[in-house]
């Protein structure tokens, strides 16, 4: 069992920043994968950025060159730093953890990016 508490969500100006942390109740170097996914209104949820437990990175041409995933194995804490925020990028934002091939999602966070 993985429990997975997103934090680090609010309201930021078009333009701007915000980090998101993902705090698992376990190890992450015993996770196989740790990602992150956005679901604006009405829309399906989208995969943006993967980290597995190798260390490697890979991204959606959405957010390439402006997100960036990273991890703190000390505090088994995942980041997805965000940067030139655009009102597109309104989302709730969701935590994923693959261990043993089964997937474990946190409530979610808001971000909402003001034009």
């Known amino acids: 069992q993985v429990q997975l508490v997103e934090s680090g969500g609010g309201l930021v100006q078009a333009g701007g920043s915000l980090r998101l942390s993902c705090a698992a109740s376990?190890?992450?170097?015993?996770?196989?994968?740790m990602r992150w996914y956005r679901q604006p209104p009405g829309n399906e949820r989208e995969l943006l950025a993967a980290?597995?437990?190798?260390?490697?990175?890979a991204y959606a041409d959405s957010v390439k060159g402006r997100f960036t995933i990273s991890r703190d194995n000390a505090t088994n804490t995942v980041y997805l730093q965000m940067n030139s925020l655009k009102p597109e990028d309104s989302a709730v934002y969701y935590c994923?953890?693959?261990?043993?091939?089964?997937?474990?999602w946190g409530q979610g966070t808001q971000v909402t990016v003001s034009s």
């Open positions: 376990v190890s992450i170097l015993s996770i196989d994968f």
């Open positions: 980290r597995t437990s190798m260390g490697s990175s």
């Open positions: 994923n953890a693959i261990k043993r091939r089964y997937p474990y």
